[in-house]
């Protein structure tokens, strides 16, 4: 299987978790696998678990940021756990 093709991270575009991902819901937020790559991922926070989970239920990752009650504060903290995980792609654009 070849590597995941890397994507510029776009807040205003739709994202989802890679088919090939499995989040896996823990006490300190969640674990992602991802079986095309073997790759693992912490997540250490439940509202970006939140977010992850949401991103298919809106048009684009900042609709999936705003509707979590991200405030403009934190912003850029969950923009660049999302790029980071788009990075690794875990999670992907839909197709």
Do not use: C
């Amino acid at each position: 299987m070849s590597a995941p093709t890397t994507v510029a991270f776009d807040a205003d575009q739709a994202w989802v978790l890679n088919s090939s991902v499995a989040l896996r819901p823990e006490p300190f937020g969640a674990l992602l696998y991802h079986f095309g790559t073997r790759k693992l991922s912490f997540l250490k926070n439940l509202t970006v678990v939140e977010v992850v989970q949401s991103l298919p239920d809106h048009p684009s990752a900042n609709h999936a940021l705003a509707a979590a009650g991200i405030t403009e504060r934190d912003r850029p903290l969950y923009l660049n756990a999302l790029a980071a995980l788009a990075a690794s792609g875990m999670i992907v654009q839909p197709s």
